[in-house]
């Protein structure tokens, strides 16, 4: 077995509905700042990884319904959590980093469209700090949150999720 055989990276959105392989090397990781990922992501810029031949990417469960953001550019996307998975143009597709089983490893080494680049993302690391668990004013809301997050792993089925109950407002005082 060779050693991009041996290679495989899991993924899928964040209910479960579809699930992702990519079996052998990963390309470049990158942030896109454009305003157009920018919209696709809901997000401050796109952070995508590249798929390239030899790699496969293989949908095992499920597939994203796509929206065409341009005349050469397909965004996809999980049709019922809306979870943005893929960036696909001729001959190139990324997938969103955040969507991986395990994204630790999978850092970026190149910004892309930094003409939209939003002029604070530079200071980020500045910005303090706190641990979820740290956040006392909201430890009530905390504790009462059951996540209908599909796992970081494959599972045998994907069931349909049972939305909680919301939260009233007493209950998170």
């Known amino acids: 077995m060779s050693?991009?055989?041996?290679?495989?990276?899991?993924?899928g959105c964040q209910c479960g509905a579809v699930r992702f392989r990519v079996e052998g090397e990963l390309g470049t990781a990158s942030i896109c700042h454009c305003r157009m990922c920018q919209k696709a992501f809901?997000?401050?810029y796109a952070p995508l990884v590249g798929i390239r031949a030899p790699a496969t990417l293989i949908w095992t469960r499920g597939e994203?319904?796509?929206?065409?953001?341009?005349?050469?550019?397909?965004?996809?996307?999980?049709p019922e959590c809306g979870t943005p998975l893929t960036y696909e143009a001729p001959g190139d597709v990324g997938i969103a980093i955040?969507?991986?089983?395990?994204?630790?490893?999978?850092a970026p080494v190149i910004q892309y469209g930094v003409e939209g680049k939003l002029p604070y993302t530079d200071a980020m690391a500045a910005i303090p700090e706190r641990r979820?668990?740290?956040?006392?004013e909201t430890a009530v809301f905390l504790d009462t949150i059951v996540s209908n997050q599909h796992p970081d792993h494959d599972t045998e089925t994907w069931?349909?999720?049972?939305?909680?109950?919301?939260?009233?407002?007493?209950?998170?005082?």
Do not use: M, W, Y
């Open 3 to 11: 050693e991009t055989e041996a290679t495989v990276h899991t993924g």
């Open 42 to 44: 809901g997000s401050l």
């Open 64 to 78: 994203p319904k796509r929206f065409q953001s341009s005349n050469h550019v397909a965004r996809g996307f999980c």
């Open 98 to 106: 955040g969507a991986f089983d395990n994204p630790h490893g999978i």
């Open 132 to 136: 979820t668990e740290e956040d006392v």
């Open 159 to 173: 069931p349909a999720i049972q939305s909680a109950a919301p939260v009233s407002p007493e209950k998170t005082k």
